[in-house]
C-alpha cells in the first residue's frame, strides 16, 4: 500500500519507519529540498497549493494523510477528489483554527479556558475587559511550538498587542494557572473503534515541549477519554489524534487538538505494545488496530536546537535515540531520546543522565 503525506518532517518521517515493516511504501509532499523524511520514501517537492503536483501525489497512492494541520482547506478539497484523504477535511478546518476548536470544545461541554474572538485591537480591549489579566493572546491559525501567541499581563502588553502579533484574526485565552498538563493520544479506526495511550505528563520550556513521562493509572483518564469521544465521534475522525489539557483543580481545561500524530506520543515507540505512528497507519488504512498498552515506564526529552554527541546520548542505559537528520537551529526540534525502563526510580535517574547531556 502506497500513503501519500503531506508534509515531509520528523513526523513523516516515523511515520514511514513504522509503516515499512507493514508493506506500505511512502511519497512526501513538502517544499522544503531538506525534508528529513524524503531518506524513508519519495519526496515530491512542491507547494502545498501545487495543484499539478498534488495531483501527480494523488495518482501515485493509495490515501493521502498529513503530519501537520496548518494545510490549507483547498489542498485537502482538491486531493479529496481524487484520493480518500484521513482524517477528512472538517477534522482539519477545526484543528486548525483555535477559535473553531474552542468553540467545539465548548459546544460538546468540554471545560476550556474563557476565550474571545480577536479581529481588531478594539476587539482587544473588550476581551480584555471581559476576560481580565493575564491572558494569552494567540494567532487563530498557523501557531505551534509557542509561536504565534504573546502573555499579556499588564495594560501595557496590551497597547499594540494586535499589531504586534501580524494584525491577523487571533483569540484571547483566560489565562490557566495550572498544576500541570497533560494530553491523551488518541486513535479511531474507520470502523470507530477506539484506543486511548495512557495520559502523559508534559513539560514545556518557552511554548516548546521538552519533557514527556507516560503515566500510570492516571486519576483523570477515564475524564479525558470522555472528553476526547466526545470530539472523535462528533468529527467521525479517523487516525491519531493528540489532545492537550491543563490540569486544574483536579479536573481538566482543554487546550488543543492535533489532527495528527504528536510530539507527546512519541515514547510510545519503545514504551507501548503498538506506537502512535503504527497506529495511526493502521487507522488510516482500514487495518484492525494494535494495542495502546503500555510496556514498562517511559519517558521522551527533545533535542531543541542541537543533538548531543551521539556516543554520549548512546551511553545512557535504557536510551533511544532519534536523530532527525534535520539541520540543527536553535529553536527547532532535531531529535528526541525515549528512556524505558522498569521503574518509577530507574526512569527518573535516566532522565536526569539525559538532561545533564543537554547542558553541556
Ligand atoms: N491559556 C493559557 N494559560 C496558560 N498557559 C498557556 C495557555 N495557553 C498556552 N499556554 C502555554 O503555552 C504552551 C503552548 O501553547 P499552545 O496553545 O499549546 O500552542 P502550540 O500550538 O504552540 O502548542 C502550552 O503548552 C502552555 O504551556
Ligand atoms: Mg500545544
Redesign the pocket.
Given at each position: 500500500m502506497k500513503i501519500g503525506v503531506i508534509g515531509g518532517g520528523q513526523l513523516g518521517r516515523m511515520l514511514a519507519l513504522a509503516g515499512t515493516p507493514l508493506g506500505m511504501g511512502f511519497v512526501f509532499l513538502d517544499p522544503a529540498p531538506d525534508a528529513c523524511a524524503a531518506a524513508l520514501g519519495e519526496h515530491i517537492r512542491a507547494d502545498y497549493s501545487d495543484q499539478d503536483h498534488l495531483r501527480q501525489l494523488a495518482d501515485e497512492v493509495d490515501l493521502v494523510t498529513f503530519e501537520f494541520e496548518s494545510v490549507p482547506a483547498e489542498t485537502v478539497a482538491f486531493l479529496s477528489q481524487f484520493v480518500p484523504v484521513f482524517p477528512s477535511a472538517e477534522a482539519l478546518r477545526i484543528a486548525r483554527d483555535?477559535w473553531f476548536e474552542k468553540s467545539m470544545f465548548q459546544d460538546l461541554g468540554i471545560p476550556t479556558?474563557e476565550f474571545a474572538d480577536i479581529q481588531s485591537q478594539a476587539d482587544l480591549e473588550a476581551a480584555v475587559a471581559r476576560i481580565g489579566l493575564p491572558?494569552?493572546m494567540?494567532t487563530r491559525t498557523l501557531?505551534?511550538?509557542?509561536?504565534?501567541?504573546k502573555?499579556l499581563r499588564s495594560q501595557s502588553d496590551v497597547e499594540g498587542a494586535f499589531a504586534e502579533l501580524g494584525s491577523v484574526p487571533c483569540i484571547l485565552?483566560?489565562?490557566?494557572?495550572?498544576a500541570g498538563?497533560v494530553s491523551l493520544i488518541a486513535v479511531r479506526a474507520r470502523s470507530g473503534e477506539t484506543r486511548f495511550y495512557p495520559l502523559v505528563h508534559?513539560t514545556?520550556e518557552s511554548?516548546i515541549?521538552r519533557l514527556s513521562i507516560a503515566s500510570t493509572d492516571h486519576p483523570l483518564q477515564a475524564l479525558a477519554e470522555d472528553y476526547v469521544s466526545r470530539v472523535l465521534t462528533k468529527l467521525d475522525y479517523v487516525g491519531v489524534m493528540a489532545f492537550?489539557f491543563?490540569e486544574v483543580d483536579g479536573g481538566l481545561k482543554a487546550?488543543?487538538i492535533a489532527p495528527r500524530v504528536h510530539n507527546s506520543g512519541h515514547w510510545t515507540i519503545e514504551g507501548s505494545e503498538s506506537s502512535q505512528f503504527e497506529n495511526h497507519l493502521r487507522a488510516v488504512a482500514g487495518l484492525p488496530l494494535g494495542s495502546t498498552a503500555k510496556v514498562g515506564e517511559s519517558a521522551m526529552l527533545n533535542f531543541i536546537g542541537e543533538v548531543p554527541v551521539v556516543e554520549r546520548v548512546l551511553h545512557v542505559q535504557d536510551c533511544h535515540l532519534h536523530h532527525y537528520g534535520k539541520a540543527f537551529k536553535a529553536g527547532r526540534k532535531v531529535g528526541h531520546a525515549t528512556l524505558r525502563c522498569n521503574d518509577a526510580a530507574t526512569l527518573k535517574a535516566r532522565i536526569a543522565d539525559v538532561e545533564a547531556l543537554i547542558k553541556v
Open positions: 483555535r479556558p491572558a494569552v494567540k501557531g505551534y511550538d509557542g509561536k504565534g501567541q502573555v485565552e483566560g489565562f490557566v494557572s495550572f498538563e508534559n514545556h511554548g515541549l492537550e491543563f487546550n488543543e
